[in-house]
């Protein structure tokens, strides 16, 4: 599968390794979540870099004490009508994760500026698509129905474009 990262197909520096397998002394290593929790002491000593491969249904609140000593989260999209992956991005980036988020499984063109919005940089995509379709996808919208948490993109959000002029106010809690 072709990685996309700043709208240009590249290689993939990182080495997946599965969970019996040895871990590599140094590169770059993507490890199963599983095993990130039940070897981490051990990948803590090496010079490696240490990625993290994360299903959409794991306990995200378990990855927060390893953020900021990861340089990448792998979310998977095991079919493109489930978004849980997308909240879990969203999580991930407002607990402060500013290493690079990666969307993998069914990514589809048309999802693409709304999984940049919410702070995936990079994308494990199929070959169905040539460069040109992501390319353009990622520039298709100009304005966004929300504000950006993590900007990558640089579209006008819709009320401000409607309210030119106008100070947008900050939301409440809610009171209830």
Sequence with gaps: MPLLKNNQFVADDYTFVADEDALP???KVLVTFARLKRDWDEMAK???MIGVKVANTDKTDDLKPYLSKIALVQLTFPAFTD???YSIG??????GYRGELRADGNV???QLQLMRQVGFDSFLVS???PLEVWQKA???MSLAYQRGLFRQVQETEVWSTRHHGFQAWEEQPHAG
């Design 127 to 129: 070959d169905r698509f």
């Design 46 to 48: 090496l010079p490696a």
């Design 25 to 27: 002394a140094s590169g």
């Design 138 to 140: 990622a520039h298709s």
């Design 83 to 85: 978004g849980r992956s």
């Design 90 to 95: 969203r999580e991930l980036r407002l607990d």
């Design 108 to 110: 589809l063109p048309d």
